[in-house]
């Protein structure tokens, strides 16, 4: 499983990138309206060079397939990176399949059941975020979406991929990866929440202390 970055953040995403473990980043209009930067494009820009050898998902906003169209041939001038971001409704998958046919990769989202996820792999998405969190939200299972998903579109042979969305603890993302989830786009701050653990810290401290004992203060 791949894991992305949900945020439109530039100082998350520049430290997010210097882990090492990160392939790709979301965006979209809530991430980049908290950002709060106004130049959608620049940030878009900025993102894809801290990014270069990821996808980079820039969403829609307009309401017609014939408008989306053009928005994500615009988005993809931006950079070579870019992904088209789409809502899934009936505009939206007009569009993606229309994005498709003319190479233009794309990102489904707002997806929150496996009807869905049919309707958007067959469209030619790229991408399809389905959302876990927000079902959690309203007692749902989100992860049984994904678990489907991946089932049917490995059983049917699609090239879409599976994208774990709407992350909101690190459960979800271990939960993601056990169900076959192809990408994770998660928040920063729960990456940083992955690579804690208590016993982890407290070994350290431990070892530390063991060879000082032997050896004296540790000087690098
Ligand atoms: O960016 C798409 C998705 O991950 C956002 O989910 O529920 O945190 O707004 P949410």
Redesign the pocket.
Known sequence: MKLFV?TADLNEIREAASLGVISGV?T?P??LAKNGSGDVKSTIQEICRLVPNGPVSMECVTETAEEMLAEGREFVKWADNVYVKVPFNVEGMKAVRAMTNEGIRTNV?LVFSTNQVLLAAAAGATFI?S?V??LDDIGFDGLQVIQEAVELIELHEFDSQILA???RHPLHVTQAAAAGAHIS?IPFKVIKQMYNHPLTDKGIAAFKADWEKLNGPVSV
């Open positions: 949900d979301t979209n809530t991430l989202t975020s959302f969190g927000r969305a709407s992350i786009t």
